[in-house]
């Protein structure tokens, strides 16, 4: 049985009816926590909170002014909500560069200041912050997404040294490619830029600087985001911990 080390602590997962998110989510309740799935997919977001015994929050994180004033109570808080684009910066939608920035930069930010006051007054905080391979290393045609990762990675690091004197951690994950939706649409777009066919695009695009040739498992993520938020990782603050199967040790 799972040791239910999250008990009473209070846990809100962006991005959390699916991929990465809910495995974040399904691990947290296992190990006790009150889940809050924080998503754009209404439907989704409910289901999963009535299976998990915790509740839904429907929102856009991509309208980030309605975000401006927000109190958010949590003791857990996991930024995972995002999206991929591919294509050559020469086409690449200056709209669609602008919303991907509001999603996974600017609302990190502001989940980040609404959820801090209440870890202070506790004395006791974690940020996990979902990045990715490309929060540390570049690859073309995704200029949106890579730019965001990064921008990710300095917040993280910002909010470390903040936090680390009121009892609150900040740390980054960075996994190479997830089995997850996201993932399986951009095999789709690879294939397109890349003129391949798309079951050429894991073992010639996407694992090609992996030495453990496989795409990771959500639970794999999930299982270091508990870790994170444990008592046991109470000195951990301001990291970035890979797991790309070695991508990034090149």
Request: charged fraction near 20%; hydrophobic fraction near 45%.
């Amino acid at each position: 049985m799972t040791e239910q080390d999250l008990a009473g602590r209070r846990a809100v997962v962006t991005g959390g009816a699916s991929g990465i998110g809910l495995a974040c989510a399904e691990e947290f309740a296992a190990r006790g926590a009150h889940l809050v799935i924080a998503d754009f997919n209404g439907d989704a977001a409910h289901e999963v909170a009535q299976r998990l015994g915790g509740e839904a929050w429907v929102v856009d994180l991509s309208a980030t002014e309605a975000l401006d004033d927000l109190s958010l109570d949590a003791d857990i808080l996991v930024n995972n909500a995002g999206v991929q684009t591919v294509a050559p910066i020469t086409e690449f939608s200056p709209d669609r560069f602008r919303f991907m920035q509001r999603l996974m930069v600017e609302s990190p930010f502001l989940l980040i200041r609404a959820v801090l006051p209440g870890m202070y007054e506790r004395g006791w905080g974690r940020i996990i912050n979902i990045s990715s391979a490309h929060g540390l290393r570049a690859s073309a045609y995704k200029s949106a997404y890579v730019t965001a990762k990064h921008a990710l990675e300095g917040l993280s690091k910002v909010t470390a040294l903040e936090g680390g004197p009121h009892g609150v951690t900040s740390n980054c994950i960075n996994p190479a490619y997830v089995r997850t939706p996201l993932v399986e649409k951009q095999i789709a777009d690879q294939a397109s830029v890349h003129g391949i066919a798309e079951d050429e695009v894991v073992e010639k695009i996407m694992l090609t600087e992996s030495v453990i040739k496989r795409l990771i498992e959500p639970t794999e993520v999930a299982s270091l985001a508990g870790w994170l938020a444990s008592d046991h990782a109470g000195m951990v603050t301001g990291a970035s911990y890979t797991m790309d199967g070695g991508w990034t040790a090149r």
